[in-house]
C-alpha cells in the first residue's frame, strides 16, 4: 500500500527559530496538502499545491508559512519564524487527482513542539 | 453549529456491540468521508460517500448520508478492541476547478471495552 512519508515524526523548537517539515507523497499523486491539529482542536485546512505553485491557502498560512516542492519527491512546508501557538501537529496529504473523490492519504504527521 | 460537527463526543461500548457516530454540517457538499486516527498518529481514510449516494458500506463499516438533513452517520458492527479511536468526518464542498479542501469536524472518541 502505497504511504505518505513525513519526517521527523517529532520536532521541538525554541520560539523563533526556523522550521522544515518534509513529506513525500505518493509518486503519482499530483496535489499536495498541508494540514494542522493543535492538541485536543479539529484538523485545519492550511495549504494545497497543484503544478508546483500554491492553489489555495487558509487564513493560518500567513507570511511566516511557504511551501515548496524542491525535487520530484519531496515536498515540505517551512515555518519562518516559530511562535508558541505554532505547535500542533502537521498532517501532509496527497491526492491523485485532487477532486477528493478517492480521499486522500495523509501521512503519519510531525510533531512540532515550540518552547 | 460548525461544519462538520460529530456526535456523541465520546462514546465507550463493549467489544462485540455496534457503535454509531454521527456528523451534522452546514454548506453543501460533493462528498463526505469518515477518518480514523488512533492516540497520535495519521488519519486513516475509511470511506467516501458522495453526494448523490445514500448508503455505502465497507466490511464492518456502514456510511448513510441524509443531504436533506445535512447529516451523515457510521455505523461500525460487531467492534473490536482495535477500533479504538477517534473518528472524523470530513466534507469536501461542491467541485470547483482544480481540488477540493476537506472540512474536518470536532470528533469522536470511541473506546471499546474488552
Known amino acids: 500500500e502505497p504511504e505518505v512519508t513525513q519526517t521527523p515524526s517529532h520536532q521541538v523548537t525554541q520560539m523563533g527559530q526556523e522550521v522544515i517539515l518534509r513529506c513525500v507523497p505518493i509518486s503519482n499523486h499530483l496535489y499536495f496538502y498541508w494540514y494542522r491539529q493543535i492538541l485536543g482542536q479539529k484538523v485545519e485546512f492550511l495549504v494545497s499545491f497543484y503544478n508546483n505553485e500554491i492553489s489555495e491557502k487558509s487564513e493560518i498560512f500567513d507570511d511566516q508559512f511557504s511551501v515548496e516542492r524542491p525535487d520530484g519527491s519531496n515536498f515540505t512546508l517551512k515555518i519562518r519564524s516559530t511562535k508558541l501557538e505554532d505547535s500542533a501537529m502537521y498532517f501532509c496529504?496527497?491526492?491523485?487527482?485532487?477532486?477528493?473523490?478517492?480521499?486522500?492519504?495523509f501521512g503519519s504527521g510531525t510533531r512540532l513542539t515550540v518552547v | 453549529s460548525q461544519q462538520g460537527e460529530e456526535d456523541p463526543q465520546a462514546l465507550s461500548i463493549q467489544e462485540g456491540e455496534n457503535a454509531t457516530m454521527n456528523c451534522s454540517y452546514k454548506t453543501s457538499i460533493n462528498n463526505l468521508q469518515w477518518y480514523r486516527q488512533n492516540s497520535g498518529r495519521g488519519l486513516v481514510h475509511l470511506i467516501l460517500?458522495?453526494?448523490?449516494?445514500r448508503e455505502k458500506h465497507s466490511g464492518r463499516l456502514r456510511v448513510t448520508l441524509d443531504t436533506s438533513k445535512k447529516s451523515s452517520s457510521l455505523l461500525i458492527t460487531a467492534s473490536r478492541a482495535a477500533d479504538t479511536a477517534s473518528y472524523f468526518c470530513?466534507?469536501?464542498?461542491?467541485?470547483?476547478?482544480?481540488?477540493?479542501?476537506?472540512?474536518f469536524g470536532t470528533g469522536t472518541r470511541l473506546t471499546i471495552i474488552p
Open positions: 470530513a466534507t469536501a464542498p461542491p467541485p470547483n476547478f482544480g481540488n477540493e479542501k476537506l472540512t
Open positions: 460517500i458522495r453526494s448523490n449516494e
Open positions: 496529504a496527497s491526492s491523485p487527482d485532487g477532486t477528493t473523490n478517492y480521499g486522500y492519504t
